[in-house]
């Protein structure tokens, strides 16, 4: 018997395995029913027979024959009772077995099969409502699946978030239970305690690694001040001094979750350095006290007594002259000693980031980009790589806000140029060069000029201030071509940022493929169109590989046809001073506007229900762009997933992306490395011995794409290739036509 | 000499004196820019921080006016600082002195900015080192 299915779905092809009992459920009703027919079937038959032996009675025949006739009839009419039982019991037992069978198969291996009706009234009303019930239990379970996945998705991302934060810290941080066994651990923490830079096993004691009478003072003291109650508003604060040398401070905490579990919340901070510049800064200030009231009190006696007696000898006189030199000189040598040390190893530590002079330079003038255009007005950039340690937010305010002066102050139409180099070992020069300063005649000083508030109507910090604050000078430098604004600062001795510690850092690892599948990327709004600096890009193939950042992008499509496919996913994160910056990332699922085919979702797991609730392409887009800013675009393969956004940007209105002016790990590595046989990401990575995460997640993939990069990066650089227009040019040429033609033929395209 | 720290002042303009200069002094940086302009001295020796307008911008404005432009200037400062130093040699100062000094010291300073030819006084924004900071160590 064929069942329709309900929802049009398709039938299970499985063969029916029946439940235990089902079937001879079934056999015991058909045959209560047949005995029920014969039971029925015998009343009839006994009044017959009597009935016939009365009348052969009657009709004076012999006992004999009146019997023998008697049983004939009976049997006749007992074997056609038998007969109509058994033909009765077949017909209505058949549809009772179907269903039966059927609701087996709803409440079995096949949630979504529906009973056919049967002809019967009575059963046709019974397997409706048997497909009610089963309807109600589906819509059931599916609310339940729902909510089941909506609740372990906002899970997930809470403890992405989570994860995110603790791998941001430079803040170490060591969650323990009661018994002060490990729960969680991040990278700085491991670094400053030492421990192994293998993810701590959970439930792993942290006193395996840490001497107890360290932190259990600080640990009792918390539990007896808390006594449970007042959990996590307590801060235990305390100092330990490391087997190897280092000073962490720890501020220790009590949580209680919902469950009433408790655990020990550890933040510990590196003050190794503090610590160690306050001792020697007491010592040098004790010394140096000691010695002034010395020599103060030799002056001002010799002083004293020159004035006082008029009746000294000359050798007297002159031995206390002698004195008062003396002294005043060792005074002015303690002087240039204090300053010397003040801004040398005891100068107050100065916190803060390393920040890359050219960043400073390229956000500011990318800020200023629509007053340069308003006036008329050009700029340009450029300088060596340079380090200054300080308040990113503060320099990046006051670069902006002297380009800001430059623009208002420079003439229509003038071309300004942002430049920075290093004066000595020690000091570094922002200048923004424009070819006349135009000052109103109010008697204000050029001085004054600096005297601007770090932002707009917010007074109290000005830029004079944060410049001050990093040690920093400003001035106006007057010259016959023009004048410049300079910014002068401190410089660090190194040229790239240092690396926080990437050290194939294991829970790095983890938070980087965490993030692939996260998506908290929420830029604050800005009107400005950016698409045609992307577009105009290649326009500066004069700028240094080494001092560009990179944005490393990655589709995921419904196919493999940009006109007729669409994306699903974008994920990008960008590269900057050689490391990619996790934390700096794009990650967002992009609703297509059609069904995903099975192929695809097979690929990157993106189904239909994932983007159903989604931006569109056309308002991701813009994100995107804006996320990209000033930074060099790089892809694998990029001419596929260019195909794909260029097609909308031409809908939307706005400039392609050249991909001239593009990046493509995939033609660099055929281009720098001819003889390796694959050109795939997987292949790639194997070579660099990197690790691939999360692969055909466009995030996962941008990752990984983005290590490619920075290896291809370091070659290139090895290779004398120092600048962007080169590596561009690499990208053309016959070879790397051929090359594509191969990899496309490999990957189907 | 523009000083605005009275003993300083006494105490500079008699060893000047005794070592046969001719001494105007001023007490701010605007009587300093008047007096500079009216007399056009043969060296200035300039505080920085002075009760009105910096002492760089004493300099700059000295160095606007072209007939002033190779007049020395000796920057006498407490401010000892690597860019403030930078700063004031790139606004016009000839040398960059900070306190203390050796008044001996300053002496030979004086002396040889007036017997050098005018073609070494640093020109503004030239980039040209002048001594170290605190050049009074020995």
Request: proline share 5%; aromatic share 4%; charged share 25%.
């Amino acid at each position: 018997m064929t069942l329709p299915s309900a929802r049009g779905q398709a039938r299970d092809s499985r063969p029916f395995a029946p439940l235990e009992g089902k079937p001879a459920a079934s056999g015991t009703y058909q045959r209560t029913l047949r005995l029920t027919l014969v039971a029925v079937a015998a009343l009839p038959l006994a009044v017959a027979t009597v009935a016939t032996f009365v009348m052969l009675r009657q009709a004076r025949l012999d006992l004999e024959q009146v019997a023998a006739i008697s049983l004939m009839v009976s049997l006749g009419i007992l074997g056609a009772a038998v007969s109509l039982a058994f033909g009765a019991a077949r017909a209505l037992g058949g549809p009772i077995q179907d269903l039966c069978e059927g609701v087996s198969m709803i409440i079995g291996p096949n949630r979504a099969h529906r009973l056919a009706l049967p002809e019967e009234a009575d059963l046709a009303d019974l397997a409706r409502g048997v497909n009610e019930l089963a309807e109600r239990a589906d819509t059931t379970a599916e609310d339940l699946e729902r909510r089941l996945s909506s609740a372990t998705h906002e899970l997930v991302v809470q403890r992405q978030m989570l994860t995110s934060v603790l791998f941001a810290l430079a803040d170490g941080v060591v969650v323990c239970n009661r018994d002060l066994n490990l729960v969680l651990s991040n990278a700085a923490a491991r670094r400053m305690l030492s421990l192994p830079s293998r993810p701590l096993r959970r439930g792993e004691s942290i006193f395996s690694y840490l001497n107890p009478a360290m932190l259990r003072p600080l640990v009792e003291s918390l539990g007896a001040a808390t006594g449970g109650s007042q959990q996590g508003q307590r801060l235990e604060r305390g100092t330990l001094a490391l087997p190897g040398g280092a000073t962490v401070q720890v501020n220790a905490t009590l949580a209680v979750n919902d469950q009433g579990q408790a655990h020990y919340v550890f933040v510990l901070r590196d003050v190794t350095q503090q610590v160690s510049v306050d001792r020697l800064r007491g010592q040098f200030l004790d010394a140096s006290v000691r010695r002034l009231r010395s020599q103060a009190t030799s002056l001002l006696s010799a002083a004293e007594i020159l004035r006082a007696y008029d009746d000294l000898a000359e050798p007297q006189r002159r031995s206390f002259l002698d004195v008062l030199q003396r002294d005043a000189e060792r005074l002015a040598d303690e002087l240039d000693a204090i300053h010397a040390q003040a801004v040398g190893t005891l100068a107050p530590s100065r916190t803060g980031d390393d920040v890359r002079v050219s960043q400073l330079a390229e956000w500011a003038a990318a800020e200023l980009g629509p007053a340069l255009a308003a006036r008329g007005q050009r700029i340009s950039t450029g300088g060596e790589p340079l380090i200054v340690r300080g308040d990113r937010l503060a320099l990046l305010q006051v670069t902006r806000r002297l380009l800001e002066l430059a623009v208002a102050r420079a003439p229509q139409r003038a071309n300004l140029s942002l430049r920075w180099r290093r004066v000595s070992a020690s000091l570094l020069e922002l200048a923004i060069e424009l070819p006349r300063l135009e000052v109103e005649q109010d008697g204000l000083a050029e001085e004054q000029l600096f005297d601007i508030p770090l932002e707009d109507g917010q007074p109290g910090r000005s830029v004079r201030d944060v410049v001050r604050e990093h040690h920093g000078e400003l001035w106006v430098r007057g010259g016959p071509k023009g004048c410049a604004l300079v910014l002068s600062l401190p410089a660090s001795q190194a040229t790239t940022p240092p690396d926080p510690g990437r050290d194939g850092d294991a829970v790095g690892q983890q938070v980087l493929a965490l993030l692939s599948r996260g998506g908290f990327y929420e830029p604050g709004p800005r009107a400005e169109d950016r698409s045609e600096r992307l577009a105009a890009l290649a326009a500066h193939p004069e700028a240094r590989l080494a001092d560009l950042s990179y944005v490393v992008f990655d589709l995921e499509t419904t196919g493999l046809e940009p006109g007729c496919d669409e994306v699903v996913s974008i994920g990008a994160v960008r590269v900057r001073g050689g490391r990619v910056i996790p934390e700096d990332h794009l990650h967002s699922l992009v609703n297509p506007g059609r069904r995903i085919p099975r192929l695809s979702t097979k690929i990157h797991g993106i189904t239909d229900e994932l983007v159903a609730g989604q931006p569109a392409l056309d308002d991701v887009l813009p994100r995107f762009i804006e996320f990209v800013g000033r930074s060099v675009l790089v892809a694998h393969l990029a001419a596929f997933d260019l195909a794909f956004l260029n097609s909308r940007l031409g809908t939307m209105g706005r400039p392609a992306i050249r991909q001239a002016a593009v990046l493509d790990t995939l033609l660099l590595s055929c281009s720098l490395f001819p003889s390796w046989g694959g050109y795939n990401v997987e292949e790639i990575a194997a070579r660099f011995g990197l690790a691939v995460v999360d692969r055909h997640t466009a995030l996962g993939d941008a990752l990984t794409t983005a290590e490619i990069l920075i290896r291809l990066l370091e070659v290139l650089q090895r290779r004398g290739i120092e600048t962007l227009g080169p590596a561009l040019e690499l990208q053309s040429g016959d070879l790397i036509r051929k090359l594509v033609g191969a990899v496309r033929a490999e990957l189907s395209w | 000499m523009i000083e605005d720290e009275e003993n300083i002042l006494l105490s500079l303009q008699f060893v000047l004196e005794r070592a046969g200069y001719q001494v105007h002094s001023a007490r701010t940086g605007q009587e300093g820019l008047c007096a500079i302009r009216r007399d056009r001295p043969d060296l200035v020796i300039l505080d920085l921080m002075l009760p009105d307008i910096s002492g760089y911008e004493v300099c700059q404005q000295a160095r606007r006016d072209p007939s002033l432009a190779a007049m020395p200037i000796l920057v006498l400062t407490a401010r000892a600082q690597e860019a403030e130093r930078e700063k004031g040699l790139d606004v016009g100062a000839t040398e960059y002195v900070t306190k203390p000094f050796r008044v001996s010291d300053l002496l030979a300073r004086v002396s040889r900015l007036l017997d050098s030819p005018r073609s070494d006084v640093r020109s503004p924004g030239s980039g040209v080192r002048g001594l170290e900071p605190g050049g009074s160590g020995s």
